[in-house]
């Protein structure tokens, strides 16, 4: 299905470069001593453009001028149409076998309106169709997304019980442990803590990152509980991590892949390390765990899971995001990168 989704995605894109060339054909060939002359130069010409609207709508805007690196997108598209439209006049003055066409003297406007000025104007055009095709597919994200979280909040709210009763009996639960006994009441409160963060606080489109992390924390700690002196979790979260907010239970697929699938070596070590840190008004999150081989026809790790994440990250941080899923013998690597803003 993906392969003729694709197929059909670049046939249009075929035909639509083959109009272009043929209108400019009809239109122009006229102008020069052959038909074969005419349609080597319009071959140029179409290809020059295409090379640079592809490198403008794949390049220049989802990696800067989506990232808000204005600056640097404006003097890149500017060098980009200079250089194409040199390499383009360079070509066609060897096709015509004409030198002065690449000499500055001569009608020098009329150089410049037909090689730069016009190519500017195409591009920027394509660059429009882009922006205002990107923006409808961001409104139709949004509304997919506030439809999944809906149809998400009913099944939820179908499935659970009354949280009174649930927090009522756990409270229960942690006066009938021994006093003594810390570490089992420490590890019912965080659990409570857990559940009260998903029943209540999880129910806006964004929550302060602190929160996220505290939430994370505290699953860090009771899956540790559960976890034999030989696994080895590390939780690094740098101090400049707070004051923004995001998705929330973004994270916690991702460590809960790395607990399930940690390996049990006997005679190595066993580990998952967490880092979280800022970097250039980006939030970054990493998780690496050891793991042991695995039997592919069983698939890889994380499955259904990590697909869902992927598929949230689509949906709400579109263009905003880096996701990076290295899977190697005796590692799994998972890299996030968040675009947050100064």
């Known amino acids: 299905m993906q392969n003729r989704t694709l197929i059909k995605y670049k046939l249009h894109h075929v035909l639509f470069w083959l109009l272009v060339a043929g209108v400019w054909y009809f239109l122009r060939y006229q102008d020069y001593d052959t038909k074969e002359i005419a349609m080597q130069i319009t071959m140029v010409k179409t290809v020059a453009l295409a090379i640079a609207v592809y490198i403008t709508n794949l390049f220049l805007i989802p990696q800067l001028l989506y990232k808000k690196k204005y600056f640097l997108a404006v003097i890149t598209f500017i060098l980009l149409i200079l250089l194409s439209s040199f390499i383009?006049?360079?070509?066609?003055?060897?096709?015509?076998?004409?030198?002065?066409?690449?000499?500055?003297?001569?009608?020098?406007?009329?150089?410049?309106?037909?090689?730069?000025?016009?190519?500017?104007?195409?591009?920027?055009?394509?660059?429009?169709?882009?922006?205002?095709?990107?923006?409808?597919?961001?409104?139709?994200?949004?509304?997919?997304?506030?439809?999944?979280?809906?149809?998400?909040?009913?099944?939820?709210?179908?499935?659970?019980?009354?949280?009174?009763?649930?927090?009522?009996?756990?409270?229960?639960?942690?006066?009938?442990?021994?006093?003594?006994?810390?570490?089992?009441?420490?590890?019912?409160?965080?659990?409570?803590?857990?559940?009260?963060?998903?029943?209540?606080?999880?129910?806006?489109?964004?929550?302060?990152?602190?929160?996220?992390?505290?939430?994370?924390?505290d699953y860090v700690v009771l899956q540790k509980l559960r976890k034999n002196s030989d696994c080895s979790v590390e939780f690094n979260c740098s101090k400049d991590v707070k004051g923004f907010s995001i998705e929330p239970l973004l994270l916690i697929p991702f460590v809960e892949n790395a607990f399930k699938h940690i390996s049990h070596f006997s005679n190595k070590e066993n580990f998952i390390k967490l880092d979280i840190h800022r970097s250039n008004g980006s939030f970054c999150f990493s998780v690496l765990n050891s793991r042991e081989h695995y039997n592919k026809t069983a698939g890889l790790p994380g499955g259904i899971g990590l697909n869902n994440v992927k598929r949230r990250l689509e949906l709400i941080y579109p263009g905003k995001h880096d996701l990076e899923i290295r899977d190697d013998a005796e590692q799994f690597f998972v890299n996030l990168k968040l675009y947050i803003g100064h």
């Not at 429009?128 to 949004?142: A, G, N, W």
């Not at 803590?193 to 209540?200: D, V």
């Open 88 to 217: 383009k006049v360079f070509v066609m003055g060897e096709i015509l076998n004409q030198p002065d066409m690449f000499s500055l003297a001569g009608n020098l406007k009329l150089k410049m309106y037909e090689n730069v000025i016009t190519d500017f104007f195409l591009v920027l055009t394509g660059a429009s169709f882009k922006l205002m095709y990107d923006q409808v597919k961001m409104q139709q994200r949004l509304v997919n997304a506030a439809k999944e979280k809906a149809e998400t909040e009913l099944n939820f709210l179908k499935s659970q019980i009354n949280p009174h009763f649930l927090f009522n009996s756990l409270n229960s639960v942690y006066f009938l442990i021994n006093k003594e006994n810390e570490d089992a009441r420490d590890a019912l409160h965080k659990f409570s803590e857990m559940l009260r963060y998903q029943l209540y606080e999880v129910k806006d489109s964004m929550v302060p990152v602190e929160k996220e992390l505290s939430y994370l924390k």
